[in-house]
Nanobody, 124 residues
Framework: VQLQASGGGLVQAGGSLRLSCAES????????MGWFRQAPGKEREFVAA????????YYTGSVKGRYTISRDNAKNTVYLQMNSLKPEDTAVYYC??????????????????WGQGTQVTVSS
């Protein structure tokens, strides 16, 4: 299973970016896909997730109202639209696949497969 994340870059505060993450390789049961981020010197943290069948979404508080997660089931691709970006959003963003309904959406250990990460830098 391979996850290819793209769409990161450098943007000014207040700007927008759209991240994409496509799954390829062997068939995998996708229960949900999520985005995490890791800033320099900090632990990886949950950003958003989406249930693959029902489409229910989950967000960490700091991005609610600014970020939108969506999916394209046919393409096994998840997106993260990021608006009103702030310098504190600067991090490497990782996408991941959750293969079962066990465990909370916000837990790193709940996700089995991970992408390589894409850098998002927001300048002030």
């Amino acid at each position: 299973v391979q996850l290819q994340a793209s769409g990161g870059g450098l943007v000014q505060a207040g700007g927008s970016l759209r991240l994409s993450c496509a799954e390829s390789g062997r068939t995998v049961n996708i229960y949900a896909m999520g985005w995490f981020r890791q800033a320099p010197g900090k632990e990886r943290e949950f950003v958003a997730a989406i249930n693959w069948n029902g489409g229910r979404t989950y967000y960490t508080g700091s991005v609610k109202g600014r970020y939108t997660i969506s999916r394209d089931n046919a393409k096994n691709t998840v997106y993260l639209q990021m608006n009103s970006l702030k310098p504190e959003d600067t991090a490497v963003y990782y996408c991941a696949i959750k293969t079962t309904g066990a465990s909370d959406y916000g837990l790193i250990r709940a996700y089995r497969f991970w992408g390589q990460g894409t850098q998002v830098t927001v300048s002030s």
